[in-house]
């Protein structure tokens, strides 16, 4: 991977406890971001990070629930930071179930 690509990492596993759903919240971390502040030039003390959910089906194209095998085998070898070589954040917002509202995450898809 280049030095200023994207990288999707894991950031932590959650589960839906409305439809029982299972999802990975990852984070895309770019470069260290170059501005200026008050008409001086500064750059950022992190790297900046936009927040995005993971959410797969099974090999069958059924939904993964929070108990089912694949749920359970991501929970216990999946770790926060590693990294998802195969995956981005697309352009399509989550949405928020209860207001319809865009919230400040991305659905993650494969490359």
């Known amino acids: ?3 200023n690509a994207k990288e999707l990492r894991v950031h932590k596993h959650c ?3 409305t439809n029982n759903t ?3 919240s990852v984070v895309e971390s770019g470069v260290l ?3 200026t502040l008050a008409g001086m030039p500064v ?3 992190k790297q900046l990070r936009t927040f995005g959910l993971l959410s ?3 090999g069958s194209g059924n939904k993964v629930t929070a108990n089912s095998e694949l749920a359970q085998h991501f ?3 999946l770790n926060v930071g590693d990294l998802l070589p195969e995956w981005k954040l697309s352009n399509n ?3 928020d179930m209860e207001t319809g509202e865009e919230t400040s995450m991305f659905w993650a898809e494969p490359i």
């Open 93 to 95: 917002p989550v949405i």
């Open 33 to 35: 971001i170059k501005t």
């Open 22 to 24: 299972y999802c990975i």
């Open 43 to 45: 750059t950022s003390s």
């Open 75 to 77: 929970m216990s070898t």
């Open 15 to 17: 589960v839906n406890k």
């Open 56 to 58: 797969v089906k099974d």
């Open 1 to 3: 991977m280049e030095k």
